[in-house]
C-alpha cells in the first residue's frame, strides 16, 4: 500500500492537474463539471486519513450527483436497452451490497446504501447518453473505471482476507476521471464551435 506523503502528492495532486486541465482547454466550462472535480479532489483529501472516510464518501458522493446531472442534460430516449441496462446496474448493486456488509460496516450501512445508488445511477445515466454526442466513449468507459474502481476500494477496505493493489485502485480511478473530463472536453468543444 502506498504510504502517506506518497498518496499525499499523487492523487489529489494529479486531480488539481486535471481540473485545471479542464478548466483550461473546454471552451465551456461547465459548471456541474468544475463541481464534480472539485468534490473528487475533496473526497481524495479526505480519503487520505482513516477517519476522513465518511467525508470521503459524501464527498465523492456529491461528485457523482454532479456527473449524472450533467449526464442526464445529455440523454436519449428510453428504449428496451435501458431495461437491460438498468436490470445489470441493479445486479451490480446487489453484488456491491453483498461484499461490503460485514459486521464491521454496520454502522455505516445507509451511507453506503446510498454512495451505492448514486454511483449507479451515475453510470446508468453516462451509459443513457445520446451514443453520437462527442466523447461518449470516453466518458462511458471512464464512468465504467470509476465504478470499477471504487468496487476495488470496498473490497480492500471491508472484506478480510482479500488484498488489491492500492496502485490498480489508483490507475483505474485516475483514468476514470481522464476519460471522463476528456470526453466533456470533446463535448464542450465541439458544442462551443457549433454555437
Known amino acids: 500500500m502506498f504510504d502517506l506523503p506518497m498518496r499525499m502528492m499523487s492523487k489529489p495532486t494529479l486531480m488539481a492537474i486535471l481540473l485545471v486541465y479542464y478548466v483550461l482547454f473546454s471552451k465551456k466550462g461547465h459548471p456541474l463539471i468544475l463541481m464534480a472535480l472539485i468534490f473528487s479532489l ?14 470521503g464518501l459524501g464527498a465523492f458522493l456529491i461528485a457523482h450527483i454532479f456527473y449524472g446531472l450533467f449526464f442526464f442534460q445529455q440523454r436519449a430516449m428510453w428504449s428496451a436497452k435501458n431495461n437491460w441496462t438498468l436490470g445489470g446496474l441493479s445486479l451490480l448493486l446487489v453484488l456491491f451490497w453483498s461484499m461490503l456488509f460485514p459486521e464491521s460496516m454496520k454502522d455505516y450501512w445507509l451511507s453506503v446504501l446510498a454512495y451505492s445508488l448514486i454511483l449507479c445511477s451515475m453510470l446508468f445515466l453516462a451509459i443513457n447518453r445520446k451514443p453520437s454526442i462527442p466523447g461518449y466513449k470516453n466518458v462511458l468507459l471512464g464512468a465504467s473505471l470509476f465504478v470499477l474502481s471504487d468496487i476495488l476500494i470496498a473490497v480492500e477496505q471491508v472484506v478480510p482476507n482479500v488484498k488489491i493493489i492500492s496502485v490498480s485502485i489508483m490507475v483505474f480511478y485516475l483514468i476514470a476521471q481522464y476519460l471522463i473530463i476528456e470526453g466533456v472536453v470533446l463535448y464542450d468543444n465541439r458544442q462551443q464551435s457549433v454555437a
Open 42 to 55: 475533496m473526497g481524495d483529501l479526505f480519503l487520505l486519513y482513516p477517519a476522513g472516510f465518511i467525508l
